[in-house]
């Protein structure tokens, strides 16, 4: 009993760590008004030309923010780690490189300024193959399924 005890105890004490460890890492949560809470991917769409990120990381560290060939370095806050970068100006509607980092730990990215909507095909998986494909395809699975019916069925008399 005291041994269950115990492991339960050390998997509680190193969930409960772990949380802290991640508290600590970069983030990004707001590209502008656009709520991001963290997810990573390698291209962001944003309308407006003011750019606003914002974001956590460790406490007091240097943010240091690159957008295209500018940097710009920042502070996190003291108190919770959080950090907040407003662009001087406008940025032109185009796709900038855009990378926040602090210490070993990057997050980069292209951002497209300016682009109501995310042109076709990107961004998403293949799905189902073309209307050619299918046919033949559905003519393999019911031979084959045909085959292994009538091996069974040999077997079985």
């Given amino acids: 009993m005291m041994k269950t005890a115990s492991f339960f105890f050390l998997i509680f004490v190193f969930l409960f760590a772990e949380g802290f460890a991640y508290a600590e890492g970069l983030t990004l949560t707001k590209i502008g008004a656009l709520d991001v809470n963290g997810k990573y991917f390698t291209h962001w769409w944003y309308e407006p030309t ?8 460790s406490r ?18 003291v108190e919770n ?7 001087e100006g406008q940025l032109e509607k185009k796709d900038h490189s855009v990378k926040v980092s602090s210490g070993e730990q990057s997050i980069s990215f292209i951002l497209t300024i300016g682009a109501g909507n995310v042109p076709e095909g990107v961004g998403t998986k293949e ?9 033949p395809l559905l003519g393999i699975i019911g031979l084959a399924s045909f085959l292994i019916y009538i091996g069974f069925r040999e077997k079985m008399i």
Wanted: charged share 20%; proline share 5%.
């Fill in 81 to 87: 780690g959080k950090w907040k970068y407003t662009h």
């Fill in 60 to 77: 007091g560290a240097n943010i240091d923010i690159y957008i295209d060939n500018g940097v710009k370095t920042i502070k996190t806050s």
């Fill in 50 to 57: 003011n750019l606003t990120l914002e974001g956590t990381g």
């Fill in 127 to 135: 799905g189902l193959p073309d209307a050619g494909v299918f046919p």
